[in-house]
């Protein structure tokens, strides 16, 4: 039996999840463009990320920890335990947490060493013109989550003071673009300061106000699941819960930033499952929590409702504030890796505003759509590209820990167009894509995220055996025209 439209919907638009994030902090921001500006460097440290550009141990730990503040942990919970019930789902989440714990220990520690971003080692990777792929699908996973979260914000609004539903998606889109263009990115950076607590803060209030006013829910109430899933029910969350591991892309990004002397604290705390035990554990069982305590429907709305139900106002406010940052957020990696893509292919440079306004255009108008007639099979699609890339970063990574004396080569003029890892990469996707949307056997279709890790692992394996990746020795001092880098 297949699952739900809506769990679909949860593992897929997961895969849109954060990318969004990893540029909110204006000084990240900085730092990531640091070498545009036209000089020469003359170390692979430097034109990568100097030591002095790293940022302290507790001020990554803030930045990244902003994530764990977004209403749709909520969501995927609900939508789990609504198909394989609660104990299933809360098995599964232990197990995602064990592997995203695992995984992103691996990826943050190998990050933080080079201080390479998701791009740079894509070019590695892929090749020059390989990684623009890379770039437009962050741009795409940018504009659904945008749609995502501003209808959470529309939904809200519309729910505490009526009024049609198109007028409130017109005002979401608008009122983003000023943030989303600069200026008043400085006022969102110390909004940002704030957010965690008062999200924190918010769900405990929203269940306490919920014990008053509804009650414990009796066990009756609680979602045991559908009966004759084809997997076990605590595989089918973890399968669900893969459906994020574009947060191991924007892990990478953020762990960069890390001082190498503070890797195992951020690989256990900051990256690792201390912060998916709150991100996944404490927001799943809230979002189940309210759903059931409220009884409404376990949709994407559902938990927005429920939220707005126990605070009124301040639910509002508090659904407001955390969307708002994730979508700034979301329309500046729009904007950048549209940016990155032109300039890439087609050698074509605009403003960042003029793809900001692109974006608020397309969203809307996607917006105004019966959005999952179409987005569910483009997020399926781009979740399947993700699984691989991260199968082929772990399998380059293990492969470059063994030869600590080298770094990845990046610089565009040593590297070539189109890398065997492109072709991996786009075969074994194309391939999981089909099992995807193939319906004569429905165990394969669900088994896809995992199927597609072993192929994409194991053929990248087999490329580095035959063609060792081009790489610079440590030591090596190299100069560097920094638009190789852009």
């Known amino acids: 039996m297949g699952l ?66 977004a209403m749709f942990w909520l969501y995927i919970a609900v939508a789990s335990a609504g198909v394989v019930g609660v104990a299933d789902t809360l098995i599964g989440m232990g197990l995602s947490i064990v592997a995203y714990g695992i995984i992103n220990a691996i990826l943050s520690n190998y990050s933080a060493r080079t201080g390479l971003t998701v791009e740079l080692l894509s070019r590695s990777l892929f090749g020059v013109i390989g990684s623009a792929l890379a ?80 009650g414990m829910p009796a066990a009756a109430d609680w979602p045991t699941g559908i009966e004759g899933g084809v997997l076990p029910g605590w595989l089918t969350v973890f399968l669900i819960y893969m459906g994020v591991w574009i947060m191991m892309m924007y892990t990478f990004d953020f762990a960069r930033f890390g001082r190498k002397k503070d890797a195992k604290f951020h690989s256990t705390i900051t990256f690792g499952w201390v912060f998916y035990i709150m991100t996944f554990l404490f927001n799943g069982l809230v979002g189940i929590f309210l759903v059931v305590a409220w009884g409404v429907q376990g949709t994407e709305t559902g938990v927005v409702e429920a939220v707005v139900s126990s605070l009124g106002l301040i639910g509002v406010i508090v659904v407001i504030a955390s969307q708002t940052r994730i979508n700034s957020a979301s329309y500046y990696m729009s904007s950048t890796n549209l940016d990155a893509v032109f300039r890439r292919l087609f050698r074509v440079r605009l403003p960042r505003w003029v793809y900001v306004v692109i974006t608020g255009a397309v969203v809307y108008l996607v917006m105004l759509t019966d959005v999952l007639t179409w987005i569910l099979k483009a997020l399926a699609w781009q979740g399947v590209f993700v699984t691989a890339w991260v199968a082929i970063a772990l399998v ?71 063609v060792p990746p081009r790489t610079v020795k440590v030591a090596e001092e190299v100069k560097v025209d920094v638009e190789q880098l852009v």
């Open 4 to 69: 739900p439209k809506c769990v679909e919907v949860s593992r897929l638009i997961f895969s849109s999840y954060l990318y969004l994030l990893t540029q909110p902090f204006k000084r990240f921001a900085k730092t990531l463009n640091f070498h545009f500006k036209g000089e020469t460097i003359v170390s692979y440290s430097s034109y990568v990320l100097p030591k002095e550009e790293r940022t302290s141990r507790w001020s990554l730990t803030m930045a990244w920890w902003a994530l764990f503040s």
């Open 135 to 214: 770039a437009l699908i962050l741009a795409a996973t940018a504009i659904y989550y945008i749609v995502f979260e501003a209808t959470m914000i529309a939904v809200a609004l519309q729910i505490y003071f009526g009024g049609d539903i198109k007028w409130w998606y017109l005002v979401c889109v608008v009122y983003a673009l000023p943030l989303a263009m600069g200026g008043v990115r400085r006022w969102l950076d110390r909004l940002n300061g704030y957010l965690l607590p008062i999200y924190f803060l918010g769900l405990i209030a929203a269940v306490v106000m919920s014990l008053i006013n509804r």
């Open 396 to 466: 380059y990574i293990a492969w470059a820990n063994k030869r600590p004396t080298l770094l990845p080569e990046v610089r565009g003029s040593h590297l070539p167009a189109i890398a065997p890892g492109a072709i991996i990469w786009l075969a074994v996707s194309a391939l999981g894509i089909w099992l995807t949307e193939q319906s004569g056997a429905p165990l394969l279709a669900q088994l896809a995220p995992l199927i597609t890790v072993v192929l994409a692992g194991t053929a990248s394996y087999l490329a580095i055996k035959a």
